[in-house]
């Protein structure tokens, strides 16, 4: 059994799950790569649940108990590391000493490595495929959320989409949705702590049938259970945020990707700013 098939399972039987192996669930999706090396005493303390109900949880993904999911899951690791050598490496430090900006910038290649690793590849293609044939696409996000939403939105538009962020300012984000055309698609970037008001517009676009698109920090977020697809990004930090250099990552995949879907479009675009900047140098 792969990863893509143990992270499926979990996030199809997750709604079916009584609260306390939703928290089991969330565990084990965040920290996968990590579940090998804890025992399920640990795992219990970490969740506060109860080790029969770790127990119980890994019966009802189709395990005899922990450790069955466990020994599965330490083999998919090493055949994915083993399959992985282009990675990025971490940053050795000089003697052992510890500094600020190398601690940082291991946490950020760990968020990229993890974000490649988890990322559901066909996901990827099928999100960006929603967006080079979007009538136009809508990004919105809440405090840092709100920047990132900014610059994907930025991006696209580059790349010949036609593309604008939600402001939320002089009106809400349900106000601003009622413009969205049947054939737009919307994106939403939502980390914790999670905006009430990023979730609603998801819910209630997704609700008149508009495509939804999630970048988020995992697949069993509030906003990707209002998505039509959730592109799950490691955001881990140092400080209490999320450190956006995985979605930086992601967010320059996907507008080279939707670039190379729709050249003639990306081409076009590009020619017209550039016919911009020579009116500009010729005044």
């Known amino acids: 059994m792969r990863y893509r098939e143990v992270k499926e399972r979990i996030e199809e039987k997750f709604k079916d799950l009584p609260k306390n192996q939703q928290k089991i669930a969330d565990f084990f999706l965040v920290n996968f790569d990590r579940i090998p090396f804890l025992s399920v005493q640990e795992i219990s303390e970490s969740t506060h649940v109860s080790v029969a109900s770790i127990v119980r949880f890994a019966q009802n993904l189709g395990f005899s108990g922990f450790s069955e999911i466990r020994d599965e899951i330490s083999v998919i690791l090493q055949s994915e590391i083993n399959s992985n050598k282009d990675l990025f490496p971490l940053i050795e430090m000089e ?11 291991n946490l950020d290649i760990q968020n990229i490595n993890e974000t490649l690793f988890m990322i559901d590849r066909e996901k990827f293609s099928s999100a960006v495929g929603m967006l080079a044939s979007a009538e136009e696409v809508y990004t919105a996000g809440m405090g840092i959320s709100y920047l990132l939403a900014e610059v994907l939105s930025y991006q696209l538009t580059q790349v010949g989409i036609k593309a604008k962020n939600f402001r939320n300012s002089w009106a809400s984000f349900l106000e601003e949705s009622l413009f969205i055309p049947d054939k737009g698609v919307l994106i939403v970037f939502s980390f914790p702590p999670y905006s009430p008001e990023t979730i609603d517009l998801a819910r209630s676009v997704k609700k008149r049938g508009i495509k939804v698109i999630s970048i988020t920090n995992k697949s069993t977020s509030p906003a990707a259970g209002n998505s039509d697809i959730a592109l799950t990004v490691k955001s881990e930090n140092m400080l209490y945020t999320n450190s956006f250099a995985a979605i930086s990552v992601l967010i320059n995949a996907i ?14 675009w590009l020619h017209k700013l550039n016919e911009i900047e020579q009116g500009r140098l010729i005044k």
């Open 95 to 105: 003697d052992g000493n510890k500094n600020t900006l190398t601690e940082v910038a």
């Open 255 to 268: 507008a080279t990707e939707a670039a190379r879907l729709n050249k003639k479009k990306a081409k076009e």
